[in-house]
């Protein structure tokens, strides 16, 4: 069982711990009223309805004063306070607290109105301050509130040397400023976004108007009707259970304030979050692009020659291997070409490597040019070439036309900075699996062939 819970349920304990030892206190009490009661003329509220407005006050009291012990929150305190004061003041109005709580004090009785009134004073200014929070939303009101709090005090130190007459009026006219300037504060707060001032207002306006009422009537100003007798009751009443009604219309502001806080504080958070995704996959993106880069240099730098952009010596042969298995199961040719730079050494000898490099690059495109896309090309390694030839029976690619195309390209002068070179290269062919069964034999079978093309042009050129 959650905290909150355990919590609200000892409230409701208390509450109802309170109701019954209030009934019964109340039900003892019932005969003293009454007796006071029978003694109000018949223009004043019955025994009845003065029950219900003690009891309904009492009730309000107790249960916010509860919600103080619960929440916290000063505000209840000060609505506890309130109520309090009006029940004395009021009590001591109608003659009833004497009768039931201080029947052998008169002095205490002469002065327990003015007191109740200037204890009213004092608690609905805290009330309102707290509530309102003037001191952050009015600074100005907020400040002539501490000085109204002073002259009710110095009102009630009054009562021990001034006549109460006195005391009276002064306290009468202090409420009215009070209410005059708790409406003023109602408005402004309300205007800078205050719901709840505007229950607020309604409760101070209902008590001015009953205040109003009464002083009226006291001053032969309003005609003798009953609305004028319980007009101060009635408002009072309904003054203290809008407060009450303001104090929670309240809560549900500031709990749908606390939920809508919490949503936005979701919501940017779920938007720093999406964003910090977006981030970070558009950085494992780069980073994955990166490595497809490094990747490809990689493997090119493993299966590639360097300088000449061909199959290395180790592709070329891994190439050859998937030809030979491919050609087993297509039932197709496959032949191997050896070439080998004829006098390439004395190139590099006579000029230097970079112009031996050059020539390099050159074959390299003239082999690309001259051969047919399927057709594979390799560097074996200085000036040895590997070419892998896959003819079927619709394409009838001959091997020797090839090599006969591939001498006339490389044939073909070649013009340096300041010179031209004519290179010419043997070759020499081997077909499987005539001459070979395995991509070793048919290099091999190969590089012997070009080996007798090499003789066979050294016998010629003699």
Request: hydrophobic share 50%; aromatic share 12%.
């Amino acid at each position: 069982m959650s905290y909150s819970l355990l919590k609200k349920l000892g409230l409701s304990f208390c509450v109802l711990l309170f109701t019954a030892i209030f009934s019964l206190v109340y039900a003892e009490a019932i005969v003293a009223v009454d007796t006071v009661l029978n003694t109000i003329n018949s223009k004043q509220m019955s025994p009845f309805w003065i029950h219900m407005y003690i009891g309904a006050l009492l009730s309000l009291l107790t249960y916010n004063f509860l919600l103080f012990i619960s929440l916290r929150k000063i505000s209840y305190l000060y609505y506890a306070l309130l109520t309090a004061a009006i029940l004395l003041a009021y009590g001591a109005f109608n003659g009833l607290w004497f009768a039931v709580l201080w029947p052998n004090s008169p002095q205490w009785h002469e002065v327990s109105l003015p007191i109740g009134l200037i204890l009213t004073g004092l608690f609905s200014i805290q009330f309102s301050r707290s509530f309102l929070s003037t001191s952050s939303h009015s600074p100005k009101l907020d400040k002539f509130f501490s000085r109204l709090n002073l002259a009710f005090g110095l009102t009630f130190i009054a009562i021990l040397f001034a006549p109460l007459i006195y005391i009276s009026y002064v306290t009468t006219l202090l409420i009215i400023i009070v209410c005059f300037t708790t409406v003023v504060a109602c408005i402004k707060t309300g205007l800078q976004g205050q719901r709840a001032s505007q229950i607020y207002l309604m409760a101070w306006l209902v008590l001015f108007l009953g205040i109003s009422l009464s002083i009226a009537l006291h001053f032969g100003w309003l005609a003798d009707i009953w609305i004028a007798h319980y007009a101060l009751a009635f408002s009072s009443l309904l003054f203290v259970l809008l407060l009450s009604l303001a104090l929670a219309y309240r809560i549900i502001i500031t709990r749908s304030q606390t939920v809508k806080f919490h949503q936005q504080v979701i919501a940017k958070s779920n938007v720093k979050v999406a964003a910090q995704v977006e981030e970070q996959t558009k950085e494992l993106t780069e980073l994955n692009e990166q490595l497809r880069q490094q990747e490809g240099i990689l493997k090119k730098l493993a299966f590639y020659d360097a300088l000449t952009g061909l199959a290395n010596h180790a592709f070329i042969q891994e190439q050859l291997k998937q030809l030979l298995i491919q050609s087993r199961r297509n039932k197709t040719k496959v032949s191997v070409l050896f070439l080998d730079l004829d006098d390439f050494k004395p190139i590099n000898d006579e000029h230097n490597h970079k112009v031996g490099d050059e020539v390099l690059k050159i074959i390299a495109e003239r082999l690309r040019a001259t051969l047919r896309e399927s057709d594979v090309v390799g560097r074996l390694g200085c000036d040895k070439f590997l070419v892998l030839l896959e003819s079927t029976r619709e394409d009838n690619h001959d091997p020797t036309e090839v090599a006969d195309k591939i001498r006339a390209a490389i044939a073909q002068p070649i013009a340096m900075d300041w010179f031209i070179l004519h290179i010419t290269t043997s070759i020499g062919i081997a077909h499987y699996p005539n001459e070979g069964h395995d991509a070793a034999s048919l290099i091999s079978a190969a590089d012997s062939a070009m080996q007798s093309n090499k003789a066979d042009m050294k016998v010629k050129s003699q």
